[in-house]
């Protein structure tokens, strides 16, 4: 495994090759921290030492038709997890406001189903224009589902700058884990929300019993599509949902999983998504490294480490938060009136946080989402 000759190539803004890419999935756990070094100096190259914070705000949870055997709302999960119908306007209002307070530059719109009807399209879209109006320089990413270019094109009109769509896995492998859809559905819909003209949000998820290959194939295949932001999950197995069993990621795996990510998406917003906290634990400073984006506080039906861990994580790993206004990679917080305005919002929450419970875990060990948004406890921020 030649290094500095993968080092050099993603330097150029250039991908690995399939070979590398694989060369670094078999490495030996022993050369994890010099796979790690070469993958941060290429996230260095292209976006120094900022960090870009992505708030989740999950619309509307759980009783979605789709099967995908990973996911916890879907039709066959029997996971304990938080399920209701859409937030009202005001709730959704405080839920963002949670997030940019704390340093959020992106805010992820996510509602759980197949996809949106016209009038939830319309809804959307309404929220989109509001948060805009409130916070002009905020990013807004939307997750609906498979759209059509009506639909996107409705979306892109309101503001949303970003579409998620993940294409979790590889072509070969889809039909394992999903049956109400096709991997080719999934493609599709990224490239309806591009031809809306929103960028592109898709990644993958890790751990759900794929090869070496088809995780390799899939990060060449989010290249070759032209995802912008490419969030990597590694497998919740969730107590209730067909994966629940699966256990075959390591930390060392996950770290030599996002670096092979940024050896072929050398310029991409590389975030470390669901899982981080799970999965990677003691060394999850490390995924900073690697990654140029991580998710602020819970996920849409797990809990993460609670956002201020997250935000000293940063800072004492000598990283700083990237403004929303600012792609250059400026201090978000930390001084003037957005420190101020985040102290207040602290000492408002802190004796409502000691009130609250630790999180709860479901048999497998993965905590479950019982605060924030859908729920009248206070946010994990």
Not at 81 to 89: E, N
Not at 233 to 254: A, I, K, V, Y
Not at 267 to 281: C, K, Q, T, V
Request: proline share 3%; net charge negative; hydrophobic share 35%.
């Amino acid at each position: 495994m030649d290094l500095e000759q993968m080092t050099a190539t993603a330097m150029r803004g250039t991908s690995i090759t399939r070979d590398e890419a694989l060369e670094v999935l078999a490495a030996d756990d022993a050369e994890t921290l010099s796979i790690v070094a070469a993958a941060g100096k290429v996230r260095r190259r292209f976006f120094g030492r900022g960090v870009r914070l992505n708030y989740l705000v999950s619309l509307k949870s759980g009783m979605c038709p789709e099967n995908c055997s990973y996911c916890s709302q879907s039709l066959g999960s029997d996971a304990d997890i938080l399920r209701y119908t859409w937030l009202t306007d005001d709730q959704v209002h405080e839920a963002v406001e949670m997030g940019v307070s704390h340093g959020a530059s992106t805010v992820c719109l996510v509602a759980s189903g197949r996809g949106p009807s016209r009038r939830e399209v319309a809804k959307v879209a309404g929220i989109v224009a509001r948060i805009h109006a409130e916070h002009p320089g905020l990013h807004i990413c939307t997750c609906l589902g498979f759209l059509d270019d009506d639909k996107a094109e409705q979306l892109a009109a309101a503001g949303s700058d970003r579409y998620n769509h993940n294409l979790n896995t590889a072509e070969e492998h889809y039909s394992d884990i999903c049956s109400t859809h096709s991997y080719a559905d999934r493609v599709n819909t990224v490239q309806t929300a591009q031809r809306a003209g929103i960028s592109a949000c898709s990644g993958l998820i890790a751990g759900m019993g794929e090869t070496d290959e088809e995780l390799v194939e899939v990060a060449f295949a989010l290249r070759e599509l032209g995802a912008e932001s490419v969030p990597v999950n590694f497998l919740l197995p969730f107590e209730g949902t067909p994966l629940h069993s699966h256990r075959e990621l390591t930390p060392q795996r996950c770290l030599r999983i996002l670096s092979m990510m940024r050896l072929v998406h050398p310029d991409s917003e590389l975030r470390s998504a669901a899982g981080r906290e799970y999965h990677i634990r003691t060394l999850q400073p490390l995924v900073l490294e690697v990654c140029n984006s991580i998710f602020l506080g819970d996920y849409l039906t797990s809990e993460g480490q609670t956002g201020n861990d997250d935000l000293s994580m940063i800072r004492d790993a000598g990283f700083h938060i990237v403004d929303a206004s600012d792609g250059d990679g400026g201090i978000c917080f930390g001084r003037g009136n957005h420190e101020r305005a985040r102290q207040a919002v602290e000492e408002e929450l802190d004796g409502l946080r000691a009130a609250q419970s630790h999180d709860r875990l479901d048999g497998d060990g993965v905590p479950i989402r019982l605060r924030g948004a859908g729920t009248a406890r206070v946010p994990n921020v």
